[in-house]
Structure formats: C-alpha cells, structure tokens
T-cell receptor, first 111, second 115 residues
Framework: KQEVTQIPAALSVPEGENLVLNCSFT??????LQWFRQDPGKGLTSLLL?????REQTSGRLNASLDKSSGRSTLYIAASQPGDSATYLC??????????FGEGTQLTVNP | DVKVTQSSRYLVKRTGEKVFLECVQD?????MFWYRQDPGLGLRLIYF???????EKGDIPEGYSVSREKKERFSLILESASTNQTSMYLC??????????????FGSGTQLSVL
C-alpha cells in the first residue's frame, strides 16, 4: 500500500527566504506526483504536476523535482512571500484514478 | 478553467438525519471523487465514480453512499448522520484518469457538523 510522508509538518520562515518542502513515497511505481496548495477552510489548488517520466516542473517561483528511484519529491519556493502562507500537500497516483495524499506541510511566511 | 462547485460551504445537521452533499463540475470530466479531510488523518477517499451510474468504494465508504445520474453531478449521501461524520468534505474531478498528465481539480469544500 502506497504511503506518502511530508516533512516537516510545519515550517515558519522570514519573508524573502528560499525554502524546500519534502515529500516521500514508499512505492516508486507511480504515474505522476502533484503538489497542491490549501488555504485554511478551503479546497485544494493544483500547483504542479510531474509525470513519472519527468524530473522537474517549474511555475513562476515554484520548482518541483521528482526522484522516482528514491521515492522523493521536493517543492522549492524562491523568495517566499507572506501570501505563500498555506498548507502544501503532495499526492501520488499509482493505479487507476486514485491518488494517495500526504498530510501536508503548514507554511508560515512572516513579514 | 475547470470549476468544481460544492453546493454548501457550511452545514449543520442532527444525528440521524439524511444528508445530501452536492458537487457539480463544468468541464465534462469522466472522474469524480469524494474525500473527507480530518486533522491528523489527511485526505481519505470515500467514493469515486468514473462514469455515469458507475461508482467504486474508496478507503472509508462505510456510512456513505453516492449517486451519479448525470455526468456533471456527483452526490454524497449520509444515510443517517453520526457525530463521527463531522468533517470537511471535498469533491474533486479529473478528465479520465488514463493519461499521466491529468490534474485533479477540487471544489471549495463543505464543512459538515453533526450535532
């Protein structure tokens, strides 16, 4: 059974800092990995999707990498801003249409 | 952009009531999902549907049923609500689930409280 772990559970940084969020998964036979953002009391918004054949994806200040063999992904946020404060979740797709989610990293960017 | 709409942001129900949570997507997606999200437990899949009138159980289907009579609408039904069903309920959809580059799109969530 696929398991997804995100470390740390919470992270607090000063504005402007570059930061890395980590995601690990136990079964490397994945179709893709997605990073999501969730604001308090709201739904999830897809940020980046990395297909199993890809190594990384970039969108603005965000860069996500994937190392399938080691079962790891990182989300790099450059020049963090208070508006980046949210919970970030990763999810892997291993079979059919189902995704397995991590519990998320709660990020706080302090002005 | 894909829009997934959940009919209620907040609901308060009594124990034993029958509860309907509605979800509508506007992008002709084949797949629709219902998750619940609880602190410390993350997102857990309740049911999903890959076509009209088709459904499959997720990881925690007990106490729930679903209905998909039209492609754009997926309903979650709590037959007899209980306090342990107090949770944030999230609906999601994806195009078909076959391609490796398909994203999952979520609604804004329904916070259900069962008293």
């Amino acid at each position: 059974k696929q398991e997804v772990t995100q470390i740390p559970a919470a992270l607090s940084v000063p504005e402007g800092e570059n930061l890395v969020l980590n995601c690990s998964f136990t079964d490397s036979a994945i179709y893709n990995l997605q990073w999501f953002r969730q604001d308090p009391g709201k739904g999830l918004t897809s940020l980046l999707l990395i297909q199993s054949s890809q190594r990384e994806q970039t969108s603005g200040r965000l860069n996500a990498s994937l190392d399938k063999s080691s079962g790891r992904s990182t989300l790099y946020i450059a020049a963090s801003q208070p508006g980046d404060s949210a919970t970030y979740l990763c999810a892997v797709k291993t079979s059919g249409s189902r995704l397995t989610f991590g519990e998320g990293t709660q990020l706080t960017v302090n002005p | 952009d894909v829009k997934v709409t959940q009919s209620s942001r907040y609901l308060v129900k009594r124990t034993g009531e029958k509860v309907f949570l509605e979800c509508v997507q506007d992008m002709d997606h084949e797949n629709m999902f219902w998750y619940r999200q609880d602190p410390g437990l993350g997102l857990r899949l309740i049911y999903f549907s890959y076509d009209v009138k088709m459904k499959e159980k997720g990881d925690i289907p007990e106490g729930y049923s679903v209905s998909r009579e039209k492609k754009e609408r997926f309903s979650l039904i709590l037959e007899s609500a209980s306090t342990n069903q107090t949770s944030m309920y999230l609906c999601a959809s994806s195009l078909s689930g076959i391609a490796t580059n398909e994203k999952l799109f979520f609604g804004s969530g329904t916070q259900l409280s069962v008293l």
